[in-house]
């Protein structure tokens, strides 16, 4: 599976769950940390599990398992890292204070229109 495949189904699975203000950003010439950051936010902490929960099956039924997840505990900023992509799903609250996208201001935003319902 393709980066673009598995960033297409991430996205898919964060539209189909409500996520809202999902953002892409192409960072690979920025960090070795990853190529791609998708940014997504969730209405409550009950709404950000389910959004995680969402990407791990929609991505799971396709072979792709993460390396890692954080932040399940506490449901306020849960961290999905499958080596060259990583999520980032946010309580809405948590995303303003940290600013992901401020951070990382110099990536590339990646169009996801045809991905996500208007």
Known sequence: MTDLQKLETAVRALDSKKASDIKVLKVEELTILAKYFVIASATSTTQVK??????????????????????????????LDYYDIIIHVFLEETRDFYRLEHLWADGTPVDISE???E
Do not use: H, N
Not at 69 to 77: A, D, N, P, V
């Open 115 to 117: 991905w996500v319902t």
């Open 50 to 79: 389910a959004l995680a929960d969402a990407v791990e099956f929609m991505l799971g039924e396709k072979g792709v398992q993460p390396k890692g997840t954080e932040g399940e505990q506490s449901r306020t900023w849960i961290v």
